[in-house]
């Protein structure tokens, strides 16, 4: 069984997510340390354990770009999306 992603490797892909979603600016290294509260070398690891892991493909790293390949890990656990009713 593949393990679950830590709490920060998950609060990363969201921001990627949601930049990539929301936002037509470019997310650079420096955004995402602010947004995370991160140093780079930290922030470098994590995005390559979610690339390693397929959640991201990183295409550049100097200007930093990147494509989500997967928005969140459930799919993969199997866990069923519930959808609720306002």
């Not at 991201?56 to 999306?81: H, K, N």
Request: charged share 35%; hydrophobic share 35%.
């Amino acid at each position: 069984m593949e393990r679950r992603l830590d709490d920060i490797e998950r609060k990363v892909l969201r921001i990627l997510v949601n930049q990539s979603k929301l936002s037509s600016q470019v997310l650079s290294i420096d955004k995402l340390c602010r947004y995370t509260g991160k140093r780079e070398g930290r922030l470098q690891h994590i995005l390559t354990v979610l690339e390693q892991e397929e959640f991201i493909q990183v295409t550049s790293w100097l200007p930093f770009r990147y494509r989500v390949l997967r928005e969140w890990e459930a799919p993969r656990y199997g866990w069923e999306i519930i959808k609720g009713h306002n």
